[in-house]
């Protein structure tokens, strides 16, 4: 299996229980599955929701906040305790971990973006795995609307991180087996589709709405981030976290999820 660059994106629904506790379990697999990857040669950079709902948890909120500095204080407070626990699985695995937090204008701004790039290749050549988030301590771009936004989401923060980070494979995980032709929740005879080689308006009709009680976005984000990681000669598959193993598969090129095949010549735009 030749080796790759691969971001993989994991959703709060993942990190959190429905009641709003960290779910250690789904953190330590992941972890284990990631710095395994790693083992076998590949690169991995981590993109990681979670932040606001594990803070909202560690203050004891019983859910959510509704204003923008109940918001940013509880980021604040959660993305100290991701960091740890990442710190920790990681580590028991042999993995060093690195934060980077992003907003706007650090991929906005072509200095800025270029230093990331760098910043990124050295942690990689050092055998770190990133860990990223937007910094919504003081970042606005996802927990508040109305305002011009250039990450919105982390669907989209792991596609430009992708792009930055000139990877091979962008994986989306989160609480759905991937792209189906009909709303499973209301559709039992739903197809799931194994394979996406054009974001067509046909395609883009079947995006449903919002995520979860503590997270953001839905399957609309997730096909933007695809077409945006596409046009750029980047793979990207949407898969279930229920079982991080499926990350062999889809490392693999196995039928894992929903695969959508990067666009005809935009390989070499990436690379440039």
Same mark, same amino acid.
């Given at each position: 299996m030749e080796a790759k660059r691969i971001v993989v994106k994991v959703g709060t629904s993942t990190l959190l229980r429905p009641g709003g506790g960290v779910n250690l379990r789904e953190m330590e697999l992941l972890a284990r599955v990631l710095s395994d990857l790693r083992n076998m040669g590949h690169q991995v950079i981590l993109v990681s929701s979670g932040a606001i709902g594990v803070g909202s948890g560690k203050l004891g909120l019983r859910?959510?906040?509704?204003?923008?500095?109940?918001?940013?204080?509880a980021a604040a407070v959660g993305q100290c305790e991701l960091m740890h626990l990442?710190?920790?699985?990681?580590?028991?695995?042999? *993995?060093? !971990?690195?934060?980077i937090l992003?907003?706007? =204008?650090?991929?906005?701004?072509?200095?800025?973006? &270029?230093?990331?790039? %760098?910043?990124f290749e050295a942690l990689l050549d050092l055998g770190c795995i990133p860990v990223v988030n937007e910094n919504d301590s003081v970042s606005s771009s996802e927990i508040e609307?109305?305002?011009?936004?250039?990450?919105?989401?982390?669907?989209?923060l792991s596609a430009i991180?992708?792009?930055?980070?000139?990877?091979?494979?962008?994986?989306?995980?989160?609480?759905?087996?991937?792209?189906y032709d009909a709303d499973p929740?209301?559709?039992?005879?739903?197809?799931?589709? *194994?394979? !996406?080689?054009?974001?067509?308006?046909?395609? =883009?009709?079947?995006?449903?709405?919002?995520?979860? &009680?503590?997270?953001? %976005?839905?399957?609309?984000t997730k096909l933007s981030a695809a077409r945006y990681a596409t046009a750029r000669g980047i793979e990207m598959v949407i898969a279930n976290s229920a079982d991080?193993?499926?990350?062999?598969?889809?490392?693999?090129?196995?039928d894992a999820g929903t695969r959508?095949?990067?666009?005809?010549?935009?390989e070499e735009v990436n690379r440039a």
């Open positions: 859910e959510r906040p509704s204003d923008l500095r109940g918001k940013q204080a990442y710190d920790k699985f990681f580590g028991e695995y042999g *993995r060093t !971990v690195a934060q992003l907003t706007d =204008e650090d991929v906005d701004h072509p200095v800025r973006a &270029q230093h990331l790039s %760098g910043t609307t109305g305002q011009r936004k250039v990450l919105g989401d982390n669907d989209t991180v992708a792009g930055l980070c000139r990877a091979d494979l962008l994986v989306l995980l989160s609480d759905i087996d991937g792209l929740r209301r559709h039992p005879d739903a197809r799931l589709i *194994r394979r !996406v080689t054009a974001i067509t308006p046909e395609i =883009e009709a079947l995006a449903g709405g919002g995520g979860s &009680q503590w997270g953001t %976005g839905g399957m609309a991080p193993a499926i990350l062999y598969d889809i490392a693999a090129g196995r959508f095949t990067a666009a005809p010549g935009a």
